[in-house]
Nanobody, 124 residues
Framework: QVQLVESGGGLVQAGGSLRLSCAAS????????MGWFRQAPGKEREFIATINWNGGSTFYRDSVKGRFAISRENAVNTVYLQMSSLKPEDTAVYYC?????????????????WGQGTQVTVSS
């Protein structure tokens, strides 16, 4: 089992920045693909970003390209999501996930392990 714990969420004004962290423990593996998703009230969980095992490959949903950056530090089993130029529509609960490297990482079903989520609220 892998346990994931997100942190770093909070309330920020539009145009501001936040950095989310996701710490992994348990049967961790540096070969897991890691991803970030978000879910707003009344909406489905949506893909934000994914990163491969060594950080050499990343992929983002179009609406966050140029504003968000995913990274990982395998030495401390942590993945990050740096969010800049935040907009009110970025308001959601943000989840990190870990999954097998074989999948694209853009679908929730690609991931076996999930954190409990951290709330991000962007005020206008």
């Amino acid at each position: 089992q892998v346990q994931l714990v997100e942190s770093g969420g909070g309330l920020v004004q539009a145009g501001g920045s936040l950095r989310l962290s996701c710490a992994a423990s348990g049967r961790t593996s540096n070969f897991y693909r890691m991803g970030w998703f978000r879910q707003a009230p009344g909406k489905e969980r949506e893909f934000i970003a994914t990163i491969n095992w060594n950080g050499g490959s990343t992929f983002y949903r179009d609406s966050v390209k140029g504003r968000f950056a995913i990274s990982r530090e395998n030495a401390v089993n942590t993945v990050y999501l740096q969010m800049s130029s935040l907009k009110p529509e970025d308001t959601a609960v943000y989840y990190c996930a870990a999954g097998e490297p074989l999948y694209s990482g853009t679908h929730p079903s690609d991931y076996a392990y999930w954190g409990q989520g951290t709330q991000v609220t962007v005020s206008s």
